[in-house]
T-cell receptor, first 116, second 114 residues
Framework: GAVVSQHPSRVICKSGTSVKIECRSLDFQATTMFWYRQFPKQSLMLMATSNEGSKATYEQGVEKDKFLINHASLTLSTLTVTSAHPEDSSFYIC????????????FGSGTRLTVV | AQSVSQHNHHVILSEAASLELGCNYSYGGTVNLFWYVQYPGQHLQLLLKYFSGDPLVKGIKGFEAEFIKSKFSFNLRKPSVQWSDTAEYFCAVTTSGGYNKLIFGAGTRLAVHP
């Protein structure tokens, strides 16, 4: 089946630094990927929709300059958390439209970001 | 914009009990509906999905869900739960057009006791 690989699974960074998270579709092409943020014991909040070769579409309230998204190829989307602060600590999950039937989605395993 | 409501935030059951988790969505057009499960420490897995056709959808691990259009509902059911069903369950909806972004409900944390 369709697999989405997300890396790293866990990262700790210092406040003020930037962190890049990668999301790869391993056996299919993903023209559209989605980035979510999940706070402890809460649901997944959609941050942005990433489209290959074009600018990402951000949800209301999400800072575009803080959460940079690049979708340069059909198999890779990246999320960069710039100038990270402790309040950015969270679980970030990517998802891609897969080829398992109409409207199927596959999720990455997530990245736990801790900003100290 | 569409939204998803899950009424039960935390459910505790004994093994062999029946399960029903509520899910309602708000959107007037055509929707696609999903239930995902997140086991502790693992990523989201698809339980089942509804796009069209038979409103009673059967998924993996004995789960099923019924789409009732008039009630804007897509409740998840399982006749007899097991300890291994302990997890968080998310209902999600996407519209049939646009970028098809998936919107999640708040989730229901299920704990099954032996």
């Amino acid at each position: 089946g369709a697999v989405v690989s997300q890396h790293p699974s866990r990262v700790i960074c210092k406040s003020g630094t930037s962190v890049k998270i990668e999301c790869r579709s391993l056996d299919f092409q993903a023209t559209t990927m989605f980035w979510y943020r999940q706070f402890p014991k809460q649901s997944l909040m959609l941050m942005a929709t990433s489209n290959e070769g074009s600018k990402a579409t951000y949800e209301q309230g999400v800072e575009k300059d803080k959460f940079l998204i690049n979708h340069a190829s059909l198999t890779l989307s990246t999320l960069t958390v710039t100038s990270a602060h402790p309040e950015d600590s969270s679980f970030y999950i990517c998802s891609a439209r897969d080829n398992q039937g109409v409207g199927g989605y596959t999720f990455g395993s997530g990245t736990r970001l801790t900003v100290v | 914009a569409q939204s998803v409501s899950q009424h039960n935030h935390h459910v505790i059951l004994s093994e062999a009990a029946s399960l029903e988790l509520g899910c309602n969505y708000s959107y007037g057009g055509t929707v696609n509906l999903f239930w995902y499960v997140q086991y502790p420490g693992q990523h989201l897995q698809l339980l089942l999905k509804y796009f069209s056709g038979d409103p009673l959808v059967k998924g993996i691990k004995g789960f099923e869900a019924e789409f009732i259009k008039s009630k804007f509902s897509f409740n998840l059911r399982k006749p007899s739960v097991q300890w291994s069903d302990t997890a968080e369950y998310f209902c999600a909806v996407t519209t049939s057009g646009g970028y098809n972004k998936l919107i999640f409900g708040a989730g229901t944390r299920l704990a099954v006791h032996p």
